[in-house]
């Protein structure tokens, strides 16, 4: 079993034989995982061809031979191979609390979902973290986020004549479009013809001024 940064994708150590003269480059990464028994996700921006023949290798390095000819990136959840194009990866910059970092970077190790290919770090300011990588190891970390977050709040419900803990808000600006982001979880987008300077606002929560 060869350990994957992510989850663990057992690949066999023996040379992997592949003969292709002229092939879409998606149909040959879907042959990939169906001779190896491993469902496989190719992105539709996964383009190209394969010409020529292929040296044997073991399936590894077949994979991140494709993966740097082709300019892709590959991320494995457990159950499904996903295999994206570069440009397709997401950079996000959310807020964590009520979580601390520890405490999130613990559930992403626990859940397997880190790896050290791809960015999950703490960006400068208050409770700020930044993630990077290909969109279905984004999509975890934001479901991780959600799920910690939701946990949290509920752990932090108020006793009575208590007032609730403030709620953090940020607004991401990029372009012409702008997204919310209340508690570490993406609530709305917008998007105007004026476009906004590229940036981060954090606004009052409930019960601030």
Do not use: C
């Not at 979580?99 to 700020?128: C, H, M, Q, W």
């Not at 508690?183 to 987008?189: C, D, F, I, Y």
């Amino acid at each position: 079993m060869v350990r994957a940064l992510g989850a663990s994708l057992s690949l066999p150590s023996t040379s992997y034989s592949y003969t292709v003269l002229d092939q879409d480059l998606s149909a040959a990464l879907q042959e990939f995982g169906n001779n190896l028994n491993i469902r496989v996700n190719v992105s539709a921006e996964v383009r190209g061809r394969i010409r020529g023949r292929i040296p044997d290798l073991p399936p590894r390095e077949f994979l991140e031979r494709l993966t740097n000819l082709y300019n892709l990136q590959w991320y494995y959840d457990g159950l499904v191979l996903y295999i994206s194009a570069a440009h397709e990866a997401q950079t996000r910059l959310v807020v964590l609390n009520p979580i601390s970092f520890d405490a999130f970077k613990t559930a992403l190790d626990a859940l397997n979902i880190s790896d050290e290919r791809y960015i999950v770090k703490p960006a400068p300011g208050d409770g700020l973290v930044l993630a990077s990588g290909p969109p279905r190891f984004i999509a975890l970390v934001d479901q991780t986020i959600k799920g910690l977050t939701a946990d949290a709040q509920a752990r932090r419900s108020p006793a009575a004549g208590e007032k609730p803990p403030r709620e953090s808000v940020l607004m991401l600006f990029r372009g012409s479009s702008s997204m919310v982001i209340r508690g570490g979880r993406p609530e709305s987008q917008y998007s105007s013809e004026a476009p906004h300077q590229e940036g981060i606002v954090r606004e009052p929560g409930t019960g601030q001024k």
